[in-house]
T-cell receptor, first 116, second 107 residues
């Protein structure tokens, strides 16, 4: 079955620790994205990548970092510099970069990160 | 003004009723529009794209009003399984998501 996997579903960390969220897709999509969702707010774009070894900051990139060493994988690191890291993190992919085509964006099941 | 604005609800509607809600957008040059459905604690999934001429998919009808800069979603003969949050999404150089409208269908 083709799709996007994110693990773990729930992640708990102590404040001051970096944490890396995984995202893997087997849809052969070029573009991948990370969003964060907070209660009462829409999804906000953290980072996106159009192609391997290239990525761009989204609207709220501060305190986050990403890498794109393989087409299938786009891990997100939430660093200790992120002021409010507790949120629902969603990874997505599309066959082409969303602004360049009308290709649909598919979402992974998300990771709920709680930092205490 | 927010780029994409939705009434958060919640809207509680009896089963079988018809329900409609709107979403307004601020960028008149916006290119494409979508409705996504998000179940509680799950990821958003594409419900339908919104075309200029309007489109229908079973009990769901989506319409676009460019002059007034809003899109609408109409659900006929609502089912219990329609209970979810409906996200309005506008595409420019990226996707911009509304905060969602929470809908609960009551038996």
């Amino acid at each position: 079955d083709g799709g996007i996997t994110q693990s773990p579903k729930y992640l708990f960390r102590k404040e001051g620790q970096n944490v890396t969220l995984s995202c893997e897709q087997n849809l052969n999509h070029d573009a991948m994205y990370w969003y964060r969702q907070d209660p009462g707010q829409g999804l906000r774009l953290i980072y996106y990548s159009q192609i391997v070894n290239d990525f761009q900051k989204g609207d709220i990139a501060e305190g986050y970092s990403v890498s794109r060493e393989k087409k299938e994988s786009f891990p997100l690191t939430v660093t200790s510099a992120q002021k409010n890291p507790t949120a629902f993190y969603l990874c997505a992919s599309s066959s082409a970069l969303i602004g360049t085509s009308v290709s649909e964006q598919y979402f992974g099941p998300g990771t709920r990160l709680t930092v205490t | 003004r927010k780029e994409v604005e939705q009434d958060p609800g919640p809207f509680n509607v009896p089963e079988g009723a018809t329900v409609a809600f709107n979403c307004t957008y601020s960028n008149s040059a916006s290119q494409s529009f979508f409705w996504y459905r998000q179940d509680c604690r799950k990821e958003p999934k594409l419900l339908m794209s919104v075309y200029s001429s309007g489109n229908e998919d079973g009990r769901f009808t989506a319409q676009l009003n460019r002059a007034s800069q809003y899109i609408s979603l109409l659900i006929r003969d609502s089912k219990l399984s329609d209970s979810a949050t409906y996200l309005c999404v506008v595409r420019n150089e990226k996707l911009t998501f509304g905060t969602g409208t929470r809908l609960t269908i009551i038996p």
